[in-house]
């Protein structure tokens, strides 16, 4: 328990270092969207945020938190102010993510043993994701650490049949639903350990009654217009789904056109380190040995989840939607049969030396992650750097779709500088090229405010050809422009850095973006 303490006491330091580090730029959307269904609440006079993009939990949980420190504290900006509320919500986040560390011990000692405990938590604790979303207050921490509560209830329902912890399972698994509909992908595990157990169909009846009327009674708890507005929950719901499959397409997913299951699995290492390799390879060693088998009631809650993680990391690969953040619930099923793996290895003394590598590597990988969060963000340096160097009153082109820097800051809006927006998802077309022509004309700067838009442009290939044109003869000095900052903050250790730009935008974009100033230096020579 030392070590599990030690290791939760790093993950703390990791997870609550530099939680405002955007200093109040609200740069993740779905966080600002969250921020701002939750100043909408009143309890219990109005409930409802206005959209059923997520579910009602993590809005009512930010509100009454917010509503706690404020009158602890006496200062009511944690309540009424967008910034005081994010800092609230991202202290929530940072919670729960260093909670999952000992619950993710206990997860691992249950199914399997102290051993194989002991290395997951030391998994979660380093991997890159979970210290990324603990900076942000999205739903992501609240879903992983649900999922493990459940996990841990599954085990010790299987091993006890004891009905409380049916009870436990279902108001988690209430509470998962109450905060995403990604928790509906959950339900299947709790289902499973019900209806497998041994015993009659009659038997398994009042777990199961049990488990829905608990797991019914939370969700409504925690998300009561998802019931209450049930037509407009459902519409929103198979919109969202159409969305995810990528039957609706936004110009925010337009990065994800004519990418394969292999985009999905490149980003995934970027997020995981080594657990992203060896959780898989930790499957394919369970089903491979025959002892499991045999003692396939013992180890029938390994079963389960090994075959759950195959099922969602398929669904995850192939689905349109490829943001990072959505495979959070894979990080701790992936730690854990990491963390088997490496236990069978240590038996050896070549094993010994190839488990105390991986850990060396996940380690290194998460401490170079942590860096970005002990450097300043890369949109307030660029804001000083404009403020000084851009002459007021400046015209300066920028991004439509990539707004990082905050020009609303005093120091920048003093020097009033004229913003002309381009977006560039836009379709070919004769006017598209005019408005970027007459913006050509027109500006002394041109801002890229991260690499999304340019990156998204060269993927999507066809029909950019113009665009992307665009991109290549800025960098050139075709255009007339001559790039005379650049600031960046990539995961670092020591002279070790990792250039993790070319990774899926909202890896980067939010915490740690490149963002590139040009200048006008002469007359453009393209066509």
């Not at 009158?71 to 900006?77: D, I, Q, R, S």
């Not at 077309?429 to 007459?438: E, G, N, Q």
């Not at 340019?454 to 422009?481: V, W």
């Amino acid at each position: 328990m030392i070590f599990v303490g030690l290791l939760t006491l790093i993950g703390a330091t990791l997870r609550f270092t530099n939680l405002n580090w955007d200093l109040g730029g609200m740069l993740h959307p779905d966080e600002a969207f969250i921020v701002k269904g939750a100043q909408t609440i009143r309890f219990f006079s109005h409930m409802f945020p206005g959209f059923h993009d997520y579910n009602g939990f993590s809005i009512y949980l930010l509100r009454a938190t917010a509503a706690l420190v404020a009158t602890l504290t006496g200062h009511t900006a944690w309540l009424t102010t967008p910034e005081g509320m994010t800092l609230v919500g991202r202290f929530i986040s940072a919670s729960l993510a260093t909670f999952s560390i000992p619950l993710v011990y206990a997860v691992g000692s249950i199914f399997v043993g102290p051993t194989v405990g002991l290395i997951a938590a030391f998994g979660i604790t380093f991997t890159p994701l979970l210290i990324q979303l603990a900076h942000f207050y999205t739903t992501d921490t609240i879903l992983v650490f649900l999922l493990l509560l459940e996990l841990h209830m599954i085990a010790l329902y299987w091993y006890t049949r004891r009905l409380r912890f049916i009870a436990c399972m279902a108001g988690a698994a209430g509470l998962a639903l109450a905060t995403k509909n990604t928790a509906y992908f959950f339900l299947p595990l709790p289902l499973m350990a019900i209806m497998l157990s041994k015993g009659s169909a009659q038997k398994k009846l009042t777990p199961l009654l049990i488990f829905a009327g608990f797991g019914i009674g939370m969700f409504f708890v925690g998300s009561p217009y998802s019931f209450l507005d049930i037509g407009n929950y459902i519409s929103r719901s198979r919109e969202i789904a159409e969305i995810v499959n990528g039957t609706i397409l936004y110009e925010w997913s337009a990065q994800f056109q004519h990418t394969t299951p292999l985009f999905w699995f490149e980003n995934l290492i970027a997020a995981l380190g080594p657990l992203a390799i060896i959780g898989p390879i930790g499957i394919a060693t369970i089903f491979s040995h025959r002892s499991f088998w045999h003692r396939s009631n013992r180890n029938f809650p390994l079963i389960l989840v090994s075959f759950w993680t195959i099922g969602f990391s398929i669904f995850l690969a192939f689905t349109y939607l490829k943001f990072i953040r959505y495979d959070a619930p894979l990080v701790p099923v992936y730690a854990l049969l990491t963390a088997i793996l490496l236990a069978s290895l240590w038996k050896s003394f070549p094993g010994k030396i190839l488990v105390a590598a991986v850990l060396l590597v996940h380690t290194i990988w998460g401490i170079m992650f942590f860096h970005v969060y002990l450097t300043p963000h890369t949109s307030v340096v660029a804001s000083d750097w404009i403020a000084s160097h851009v002459p007021p009153h400046a015209t300066i082109l920028l991004e439509s779709w990539n707004g990082i820097i905050n020009f609303d800051r005093p120091a920048l809006q003093v020097n009033n500088y004229a913003l002309i927006p381009i977006n560039f998802y836009l379709s070919e077309s004769p006017d598209k090229s005019t408005v970027i022509a007459d913006a050509l004309a027109k500006s002394n700067y041109i801002i890229i405010e991260s690499p999304k838009v340019r990156n998204t442009i060269r993927r999507m290939g066809a029909g950019f050809q113009k665009t992307d044109e665009f991109y290549r003869d800025l960098d050139s000095g075709k255009l007339g422009f001559t790039k005379v900052a650049t600031f960046t903050s990539y995961p670092q250790l020591g002279p070790l850095t990792i250039n993790d730009e070319q990774a899926e935008e909202t890896w980067t974009v939010f915490d740690h973006p490149v963002v590139s100033i040009y200048q006008k230096t002469s007359r453009s020579t393209g066509n």
